[in-house]
């Protein structure tokens, strides 16, 4: 049995997960092994991983008791949400609520949380220079995110907060690319436009990111 320190990873076999599990499985020195959380261990991606050295346990973000026994043995845990899956700041605060109650059940050490700030600390709901959605939020795949960082706190288990800028990956795989515009300017068929050498959007690769964020479970 391996004498690593297991990090159980959830979103293992998506963008931000996948970074942080290849960054382990591919550092042989690495004191650290993987377990994969996967609704389906069977898939051609979670065996993709378990060829590289990973554990592959199931569960749902759906259901805590499950969140409990894929945690139990593991030293740390990566927690990421799917606000795309169902476009709901408040499901995306209770999944956040239930994994914080689960790491604190399974005693882990270390969570590292991939949040957002909550935009209406700098655009208060009043502010009109932005429209308010859903009644209450002004970017609500940020602001719940941001809203639900106290149940790590709250819970009492030892957290980092880690921030994702965009990912340099939604231009390949979201066809959100920019495109060549009039006058000099960049279009993307999100309707965002960068006009050339005036607007900075930063982004990074979900693999780089998640190389960093293996160091904060150290
Ligand atoms: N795109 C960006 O630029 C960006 C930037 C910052 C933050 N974010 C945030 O990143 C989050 C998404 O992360 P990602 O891009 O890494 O996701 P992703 O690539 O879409 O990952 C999908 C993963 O979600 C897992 N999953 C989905 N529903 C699940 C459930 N009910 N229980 C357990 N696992 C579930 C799937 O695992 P299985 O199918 O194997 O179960 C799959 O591995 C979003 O909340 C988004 O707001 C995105």
Request: hydrophobic share 40%.
């Amino acid at each position: 049995m391996s004498q690593k320190k297991i990090i159980a990873v959830f979103g293992a076999t998506g963008a931000q997960g996948g970074g942080l599990a290849r960054a382990i499985l591919h550092d042989p020195n690495s004191e650290f092994a993987v377990r994969v959380i996967t609704r389906d261990t069977t898939s051609d991606k979670a065996r993709e991983l378990a060829a590289l050295g990973a554990e592959l346990v199931s569960a749902d973000v759906d259901d805590k008791e499950s969140m409990v026994k894929a945690l139990q043995g593991a030293y740390g845990a990566f927690f990421v949400t799917f606000f795309w899956s169902h476009f709901s700041p408040e499901k995306e605060g209770q999944h956040v609520k239930d994994m914080a109650a689960a790491a604190k059940e399974a005693g882990i050490k270390h969570a590292i949380w991939s949040t957002l700030e909550d935009t209406r600390k700098w655009v208060p709901l009043e502010d009109n220079s932005m429209p308010t959605l859903m009644g209450k939020y002004k970017v609500p795949h940020f602001d719940g995110k941001g809203e639900s960082d106290h149940y790590f706190t709250d819970a009492g288990v030892p957290v980092t907060f880690m921030l994702a800028s965009y990912y340099w990956d939604n231009l390949i795989y979201f066809g959100m690319g920019p495109k060549p515009g009039p006058m000099e300017t960049w279009l993307s068929p999100s309707r965002w436009g960068i006009r050339k050498w005036q607007v900075y959007l930063q982004m990074i690769s979900a693999n780089v990111l998640m190389a960093f964020s293996r160091k904060d479970l150290k």
